[in-house]
């Protein structure tokens, strides 16, 4: 059974920092393209950072010099370094993989100016 976790998430101000993690079981996080989504109130879910299985990478341009991805193949486990966090990072973040096959449930950030 294919299981994604994700954590870490929470209310934070304005100019700080957030680490989300994803953990997986029943597929692997080196198999397939990567990310990260969100979606805020009333908007479209969106990428944050992908990774294909190629190792081509997408930032969002609104994330760009703020956020980045790593993994952990050994912990199986993605996350997501934010910094210098704004209110209108404020979403549900969800982690993807497995070729964007497989979805977390999310977890909610929210940034307060």
């Known amino acids: 059974e294919v299981q994604l976790q994700a954590s870490g998430g929470g209310l934070v101000q304005a100019g700080g920092s957030l680490r989300l993690s994803c953990t997986a079981s029943g597929f692997t996080f080196d198999d397939g393209a990567i990310g990260w989504f969100r979606q805020a109130p009333g908007k479209e879910r969106e990428g944050v950072i992908c990774i294909s299985g190629g190792g081509n990478s997408y930032y969002a341009d609104s994330v760009k010099g703020r956020f980045t991805i790593s993994r952990d193949n050994a912990e199986n486990t993605l996350y997501l370094q934010m910094n210098s966090l704004k209110s209108e990072d404020t979403a549900v973040y969800y982690c993807?993989?497995?070729?964007?096959?497989?979805w977390g449930k999310g977890t909610q950030v929210t940034v307060s100016s």
């Open positions: 993807a993989g497995g070729g964007m096959y497989y």
